[in-house]
């Protein structure tokens, strides 16, 4: 089962860089992140699309919620990372700015939506790293496919559903 291979994992070094008002906004992202992806619905949608896949649970040795973003060379935020040899996959967060600039566009009520979303979208990505390696191009159509598929299936209880695809998939 992927929930129990899955932690939060802090970087301490990070904590020393940001003020306390980043650091409770971070930890309580990473709260949010971590409760979604452990839910038991989305869990047996993985489980679902692994073996869809033939992606063995063995191919996964832990899951790891990051609290502070990771920022890649270009100044873009990378929303997860999948290291295949070891089964490791990390998932980080948005930063701060960006989650204040998503609430005056679009208001608070959807910024926690936004956030589990974005982190189910990275979780699915990174899990079809695992078989398609370097095959970025396949990995983001069947990432889109199975968030579709995903969401679908959720679209009783968020009506936002399409809202969340154009702004998760937009390229």
Excluded at 54 to 73: A, E, L
Excluded at 101 to 125: D, M, S, T
Excluded at 131 to 136: S, T
Excluded at 137 to 159: D, P
Aim: aromatic content about 12%; overall charge positive; charged content about 35%.
């Amino acid at each position: 089962m992927l929930s129990s291979k899955m932690k939060v994992a802090i970087r301490s070094e990070k904590f020393v860089k940001l003020s306390g008002k980043h650091v409770s906004f971070y930890i309580k992202y990473a709260s949010i992140v971590f409760k979604s992806l452990r839910k038991p619905l989305f869990q047996k949608f993985l489980r679902w699309m692994l073996k869809r896949e033939n992606i063995g649970d063995d191919m996964v040795s832990n899951v790891q919620v990051r609290v502070f973003p990771f920022q890649k060379r270009n100044g873009n935020s990378l929303a997860g990372k999948c290291n295949a040899k070891k089964g490791e996959i990390r998932i980080y967060p948005k930063k701060l700015e960006f989650c204040r600039k998503l609430k005056q566009k679009f208001g608070k009520e959807k910024v926690r939506p936004y956030i589990k979303n974005r982190a189910k979208a990275a979780l699915i990505h990174e899990l079809l790293h695992l078989k398609y390696l370097d095959d970025e191009e396949k990995v983001r159509e069947l990432t889109r496919k199975y968030f579709i598929i995903f969401s679908r299936h959720q679209e009783n209880k968020n009506s936002n559903a399409n809202i969340f695809l154009r702004m998760l998939f937009k390229q």
